[in-house]
Structure formats: C-alpha cells, structure tokens
C-alpha cells in the first residue's frame, strides 16, 4: 500500500513538475508577443509581471511564515534571501527581457539553459566541489551544442545589429540565475522552498519597481487593454502558477528529479515559437537543443547519483 501511494504521489510530483516546465517555457513567446503588439518597453512589462505576481507571493510569504515549524531568518539569512532574489529574478528578468528584444525565443531558451552548467562552475570555483569526467563531457556537449545553434540562427538573422547585444544580456541572464540557483540549493533545506521562494520574488519585486521609479515610466504603466492582458498571463501563467507547480514538484519527486524534468522548457519553448510566432525551425537548432538538453541531464543524473550515493 506503501509502495502504491508512493508511486502516485510521483507520478503525481511528474505531471505537476512537467506542465509547470511547460508554463515556465511560456514566458519567451509572451514576451515576444507583448513586443510585437504593444509599444511597451522590456521595464514596464517587467514591472507590470511583478505588480500582477506580487499578490499571490505576499500571501505565500505570510502562509509560510505562519506555520508552526516556521524558521525565523537571521540578519545574514535575510541578506542572502534579498541579494539572491535580486540577483535570480530582478536582474536576471531584466537582462532576459532586454534581450527578447533583439533575439528569438528560441535561441533566447537555448542560451538561459546554460544557468545549470554555470552553477557546476560556481560550485567547483566558490565552494571547491571537484568536477569529475561525466560533468566535463556535459558542459563540453552543452557549450558545442550552443554554438552551432547560434551561429545556426545568425545565417537566418544576420541583418539584425543588435543580434550579439541582445544574446549576451541573455547570456548574463542565465550567470546571474545561475547564482540564484546555487543560493537557493543551500537556503532552501533551511528555509523550506515556499518561503524562500516567496522572499525571493518579493526582494526582486522591489528590485524591479524601484528601478521602474527612477526611470519615470509611469505614465506608460497599464497603457492598453492589450498590454494589461500580456503582462496577467505573464504575472500568472509563466510565473506564479509554474512556480508553485515546480516546487509541488520538488516536494514529491526531489529538486534534481524536477531539474531534469524541465530540460524539456528549450523544445516546448521552440515548437511554441515555430506555431504561434512563425520562427522556423532548422537544422541546427536541433541538433543544439538535443546537445544542450543531453548535457544539461547528464549533470542532473550526476547530481541525482550523488545525493544518492
């Protein structure tokens, strides 16, 4: 009976985690579309997704810390939370959505996929962890696969000048998560993941309003019912429903279950860009996106076996 219960409740952990990758994969192709029908600028839309999300995340923040096995934060607990949510989610969004701009959804996916291999780096650099031959032949297959997608997609989009401006903002998107990434794999045992995950986006929420201030971009805020409607099924669709779902996840399945799930975010995000957009579909991307998510998996199985072993 055990056993059954335990076998539904990770099949369960699997489709939540699953379609929470695919909500996830969503946000490219918003944004895109926000880009393209309304005259909005990467900022406001950014400020307009953290406004819709910010509800829902004050309530998990006063959710979690009322429970009974709540863990009141330390000053530097509550530093880290704060530097890393800036970092994961205010900057990164911010780069990411400057750079939509300019590439596509596509490449944009491919380049952000980069944030696992990024934090087997910062690990090995920051806190001595040895990167042994089966993580060193992922990051060579992601890293090759990444190359001839890019230079795959710059035949098709060689008369753009902002092509190599807007990929790397999406490149310092994916280092900058990155560190999100590893914070977070140490605050969230402490913490617990609806908590962390709550203080974060608050941190980052007013990250992304105070920068909006200072810019003056008031009188644009909420401008049409269009843009209204983009920046909701961004707040909500590609945000705080995905959020919640991969967390679920992480709690019937385990974080390097769910990390591996999500691999499939490059491929929903393309097929999404090739129906809904028109972005083609070539050669090269795929034989990139196959590498990349190859890579990308062999470090999660690594880091599945090691916390197994």
Not at 80 to 90: E, R, T
Request: aromatic fraction near 14%.
């Amino acid at each position: 009976m055990n056993i059954k219960s335990e076998n539904k409740n990770s099949l369960t952990g699997f489709i939540i985690a699953f379609f929470g990758a695919i909500l996830f994969s969503t946000k490219a192709i918003i944004v895109k579309k926000a880009f393209h029908d309304t005259s909005v600028d990467a900022l406001t839309l950014l400020a307009e997704r953290m406004i819709f999300s910010l509800p829902f995340y004050i309530a998990a923040a006063i959710f979690s810390s009322g429970k009974k096995n709540n863990v009141r934060m330390t000053n530097r607990q509550w530093m880290n939370v704060v530097l890393l949510g800036l970092a994961g989610y205010y900057l990164s969004s911010y780069f990411d959505f400057v750079g939509l701009q300019y590439v596509s959804a596509g490449l944009e996916r491919l380049i952000l996929f980069l944030y696992p291999t990024f934090a087997v780096l910062i690990n090995a650099y920051y806190f001595k962890q040895k990167i042994n031959n089966l993580q060193k032949t992922a990051l060579v297959l992601t890293y090759v696969g990444i190359g001839i997608a890019y230079f795959g997609e710059l035949k098709f989009d060689n008369s753009n000048p902002d092509f190599y401006w807007g990929s790397f903002l999406i490149f310092i998107c994916a280092i900058t998560y990155s560190f999100y990434l590893v914070g977070s794999g140490r605050m969230v045992p402490v913490l617990g993941v609806t908590k962390f995950t709550a203080y974060a986006m608050l941190s980052a929420t007013c990250g992304v309003l105070f920068h909006f201030l200072i810019q003056k971009h008031s009188a644009n805020l909420f401008a049409s019912s269009t843009l209204i409607r983009y920046s909701i099924m961004l707040a909500l669709l590609a945000t705080v429903i995905p959020s919640f779902m991969l967390s679920y996840g992480m709690k019937k399945i385990g974080a390097n279950n769910t990390a591996i799930i999500t691999s499939i975010g490059p491929v929903s995000t393309i097929l999404q860009a090739h129906f809904i957009l028109g972005d083609r579909i070539f050669a090269e991307q795929v034989i990139g996106t196959v590498l990349v998510i190859t890579g990308v998996i062999m470090i999660g199985w690594q880091s599945f076996d090691t916390s197994n072993g």
